[in-house]
């Protein structure tokens, strides 16, 4: 359902403050701090320095504002890697690199492990999560395929390029970006080699 703009004689006549992304990476960034519970408009509002109006120019309420993270985390964080068509037009071993690269360089992996945490306490979310994680699976495991691994070699190599991915930066979050880099090209030749 589409929001009605203000109209001339309402007495909401400005615009927004702020973007609908601008409160969508504000509620990310609450969710991976300190939980879901975090994530209130109040807070929200207080923290990015408008007031509770800006957010209902954009949500209905805290529950829509909520599916709309989970959302824009889909679409940000998964979609913008998975519905890209150019990494197909590479060879599949650099279209994989190019695609891990553009996670870690981008920092598409940052709210993994809040999204998980969310997902164990919300059955609804649980079974959002794990469609973004089937349609990470199906996008590296058909790097994979194409490079001729089948069965439970292209599965091995497609669940440790998605944990790698998905949890170094937790495991090991003070390393230097070129480290990581470094590490991710040692990892990739490690897994794309026959």
Known sequence: MEKKK??????????????????????????????????????????LGVT?????????????????????????YTGVIVDNREFRKFDPAQGLLVAMTKVRAEGLDTYELAMRAWADHDPKIDAAVREVY????????????RLGFRGIDAEVRTRLTLCYMSWELNMYPDESKTKRLKLLEAQHELLTRK
């Open 52 to 76: 509770k109006g800006s957010f209902y120019w954009h949500f209905t309420d805290r529950d829509d504002l909520w599916q709309n993270m989970l959302d824009y985390w889909s679409r940000m």
């Open 6 to 47: 203000p109209v001339a004689g309402n007495n909401s006549k400005r615009e927004p403050q702020l973007s609908r992304d601008s409160w969508l990476r504000h509620g990310l960034e609450v969710l991976r701090d300190e939980g879901i519970q975090g994530v209130r408009v109040e807070r929200l509002a207080r923290d």
């Open 134 to 145: 089937a349609q990470r699976t199906a996008f590296v495991m058909g790097f994979f395929t």
